[in-house]
C-alpha cells in the first residue's frame, strides 16, 4: 500500500483486512492519486485514476441533464472479479474510491466496509486546507513526485 497522505494510512489498512479488496485506488475528483494497493505499474494506477475521474464527472454530469439525479456509486460484476466506484465528501473535496474485489469477497462487504472507511476518513481529515492554484509548469513535476511517492522510486 502506497498513501501520499499518511492520515489514510490506518483507516485504508483496515478496510483493505475487512473487506479482502484486491486493487484499491483513492483519487481527488480530478484524477490525483491519493493512495493506492495492489498495482504494479504506474501506468496502470494513472490510466485507472483518470477513469474513474471520467465515470464518476459524467454520471454526475447524466444526472444533471436528465434531473434524475447522480448516483455516487456504481458497480460493475464480471465473472470473476466485481469493480465498486464510489465518490464521497471530505473537506479537502470530493474523493473517489475505486475498488477491485473477487471471490473472496461481495459487494455487498465491500459496500459495508467502503461505507465505514469513508466515515474513518471524515473523522481523521485535517480540516479544509485552502485551494491553490495549479500551475502547468508545476503540473508534471506535482505528478511524478506523488507517482515517486506512490511506487517507491
Do not use: K
Request: hydrophobic share 50%; aromatic share 8%.
Amino acid at each position: 500500500m502506497r498513501v501520499i497522505e499518511p492520515w489514510v494510512a490506518e483507516p485504508l489498512e483496515r478496510f483493505l483486512a475487512e473487506s479482502a479488496a484486491r486493487v484499491v485506488l483513492l483519487t481527488t475528483s480530478s484524477g490525483q492519486v491519493v493512495a493506492q494497493h495492489g498495482f504494479t505499474r504506474a501506468l496502470d494506477v494513472m490510466s485507472a485514476s483518470a477513469l474513474g475521474a471520467a465515470i464518476m464527472a459524467s454520471t454526475e454530469e447524466l444526472g444533471r441533464l436528465t434531473a434524475s439525479g447522480a448516483s455516487r456509486s456504481l458497480s460493475h460484476q464480471g465473472p470473476s472479479r466485481g469493480l465498486f466506484l464510489s465518490a464521497f465528501d471530505l473537506p479537502q473535496g470530493r474523493w473517489i474510491g475505486l475498488v477491485v474485489y473477487d471471490r473472496d469477497s461481495s459487494l455487498g462487504l465491500v459496500r459495508l466496509f467502503f461505507d465505514r472507511l469513508v466515515g474513518e476518513l471524515q473523522a481523521v481529515a485535517p480540516a479544509e486546507v485552502p485551494a491553490r492554484e495549479v500551475l502547468a509548469a508545476d503540473f508534471e513535476n506535482e505528478l511524478n513526485a506523488s507517482l515517486r511517492s506512490l511506487f517507491g522510486r
